[in-house]
T-cell receptor
Framework: NAGVTQTPKFQVLKTGQSMTLQCAQDMNHNSMYWYRQDPGMGLRLIYYSASEGTTDKGEVPNGYNVSRLNKREFSLRLESAAPSQTSVYFC????????????FGEGSRLTVL | SQKIEQNSEALNIQEGKTATLTCNYTNYSPAYLQWYRQDPGRGPVFLLLIRENEKEKRKERLKVTFDTTLKQSLFHITASQPADSATYLCALGGDSSYKLIFGSGTRLLVRP
């Protein structure tokens, strides 16, 4: 069972470069999320998609864009990477936005030089 | 603003003892609270959910309490094992929001 799959696992970018983090889930979940995790700060929500065709900003959306390509896939794009975006990014999905447990991917470690 | 506090210092205990982790929160009235386990280099894994009208929830060696008056949840692992060593995150959810708010986690080290 694949669950939530993220690519790439590691990426190094130069300031100003762009890239897209890919996420796919095979659990037929309606809702998908992108978080970033920084030391001592916990997981912070960047964007979420409550259902296919909808996306909404989370706590820290600046500098990011998302696309809910279909029910399975939810991508995160950095248009012009900045060193402050160096972080570990996690994609997650759930059946219920109200109380459902989140299923997380293994994370994508991004370094911006 | 909403704030969740988990002890940033690692909890170091002997195998077989009960580990107790704390999650405190302010300026929030969560409808439910979740606990996750995170191993180094991995994504968080869901463990337990407890709702605001529940005082206690158990699952195998895990027990969670939720005191909405104290604004605190306690997470207990009984008969702890070295394999329980990980970081444990609490997360609060409200019925008016899609968004879970996560604490920064507490690292648990269980010595053999």
């Amino acid at each position: 069972n694949a669950g939530v799959t993220q690519t790439p696992k590691f990426q190094v970018l130069k300031t100003g470069q762009s890239m897209t983090l890919q996420c796919a889930q095979d659990m037929n979940h309606n809702s998908m999320y992108w978080y970033r995790q920084d030391p001592g700060m916990g997981l912070r929500l960047i964007y979420y998609s409550a259902s296919e065709g909808t996306t909404d900003k989370g706590e820290v959306p600046n500098g990011y864009n998302v696309s809910r390509l279909n029910k399975r896939e939810f991508s995160l794009r950095l248009e012009s990477a900045a060193p402050s975006q160096t972080s570990v990014y996690f994609c997650a999905s759930t059946t219920s936005v109200y109380t459902g447990e989140l299923f997380f991917g293994e994370g994508s470690r991004l370094t911006v030089l | 603003s909403q704030k969740i506090e988990q002890n940033s210092e690692a909890l170091n205990i002997q195998e077989g003892k009960t580990a107790t982790l704390t999650c405190n929160y302010t300026n929030y009235s969560p409808a439910y609270l979740q606990w996750y386990r995170q191993d180094p280099g991995r994504g968080p894994v869901f463990l337990l959910l407890i709702r605001e009208n529940e005082k206690e929830k158990r699952k195998e060696r895990l027990k969670v309490t939720f005191d909405t008056t104290l604004k605190q949840s306690l997470f207990h692992i009984t008969a702890s094992q070295p394999a329980d060593s990980a970081t444990y995150l609490c997360a609060l959810g409200g019925d008016s929001s899609y968004k879970l708010i996560f604490g920064s986690g507490t690292r648990l080290l269980v010595r053999p």
